[in-house]
């Protein structure tokens, strides 16, 4: 076993794994956050994603060794204690919650580019948002809440 530190949603962690540990796992059996899924395994469906270091990534497929010393942000950590994110507000106004498996990883990527890009086109959260998979929907649901998003971040905008 090995031993690493890392920071997740602003508290510093000590875990130990070894070399077959993905990020995945430490988030959700060492640390308890279980707000991150593992829908596919290999990085297709996006259920899985978490912001390292300011990027949306796929933890089912980043070695645990990689988020060493690194800044990891969950769905668990966005929210201001009882008070949910605004794009967590947004999914729910908009309908986009269906079955919930994949919203956090919608969530999640939505806020890395919202983070770095407030004004991102329409077609900058379609590239983002295509690279998800949903079972539950036509994700006309999920284009309404990623839109209405943008509008309640950069207008501050809180239900």
């Not at 770095?116 to 295509?130: F, G, M, N, Q, R």
């Not at 998800?132 to 501050?156: D, F, N, P, Q, S």
Request: hydrophobic share 35%; proline share 1%.
């Amino acid at each position: 076993m090995k031993t690493m530190q890392l920071t997740v949603n602003g508290k510093a962690h000590t875990v130990h794994y070894d070399d077959k540990t993905m990020l995945i796992d430490i988030l959700r059996d060492k640390l308890d956050l279980t707000g991150t899924k593992n829908g596919c395994g290999h990085g297709a469906c996006g259920a899985c994603t978490v912001i390292m270091n300011g990027e949306a990534v796929r933890s089912c497929i980043i070695k645990a060794a990689k988020a060493e010393g690194k800044e990891i942000l969950t769905i668990e950590g966005i929210c201001e204690g009882n008070k949910l994110h605004p794009i967590q507000e947004a999914f729910i106004q908009a309908g986009a919650i269906q079955c919930g498996f994949c919203t956090a990883g919608y969530i999640m990527t939505l806020h890395a580019l919202f983070t770095k890009s407030p004004d991102a086109t329409d077609e900058e959260i379609k590239k983002v948002l295509e690279k998800h998979l949903c079972r539950c929907t036509g994700y006309e649901t999920i284009w309404e809440g990623a839109k209405l998003a943008r509008r309640m971040m950069k207008e501050k905008i809180t239900l």
